[in-house]
């Protein structure tokens, strides 16, 4: 006569066989070894990974170029090896008034560039041998000092000559608009002249034929006579801006020039 289990026996076996797969009906012998009532991770996304295989999604980040863009190795050669704060003034032709503005500093990892500005430049574009009088402003590669304006210093860092009556202008430009107030804010451009004095001073270290006086100024909606201008904000924003610490100059000319 067959004999009988323990009836606790055939209970506490019924019992394991119901919990040893958590519903997948496995065995914890067949490599389904999770604890009761855990829930397997979904599987990853395709899209999880940058490489599409479900690994930890990464970030893609451009690196910095290392060389100034644009420049090519003649006028590279000229911006000084200190220099970690680069205003590249860029025309749109030879013979365009128009130009555009963009602020670099030097980084560890490269040159990282600011907003690109609208500009204008001299009524008859750009030249290499600047003149006085040849409504031309000059290419080449030069030292940022010194600013001052009609208006109070806005929070620069270079020395500002603040001068109500010395920067004050009227009459009108080349389009007939009004050219009051374009001297509120300038930045000196280091074309034949003293570096650290006002913007006012008019010594002319390589002679008067050479032309001078060539700033950044407030844009007036026209061409200029050999200086770059700005909006007003963008004035502001370059002379809280640039820092004597990181030796600011100024790359101007057309692209082809520059390019060179």
Known sequence: MPSRLPVALVLAAAAL???????????????????????????LSPLSGADGTGGTATATVSPLPSELPGLGARTLAEVPGNARQVVIVTGRGKNSPLSQVVLYRRTANGWDAGATWAAHNAKEGWRAD???????????VFALTDAGGRLGDPGTRLPYDHAPVGFSIGGTGFAGEPLAGSFDYVVAINYNRRPGTSPRDWTRPEGAGKGGGIWFHVDHGGPTHGCVSLSEPHMKTLLRTLDPALHPVVVMGDAASLAR
Not at 17 to 32: E, K, L, Q
Not at 130 to 140: F, N
């Open 17 to 43: 066989a119901s919990v040893s797969g958590c519903g997948t009906g496995g065995t914890s012998g067949s490599g389904t070894d999770a604890a009761p009532h855990t829930q397997q991770a979904a599987p």
């Open 130 to 140: 600047h003149r006085a009088g040849d409504l031309r402003s000059p290419v080449g």
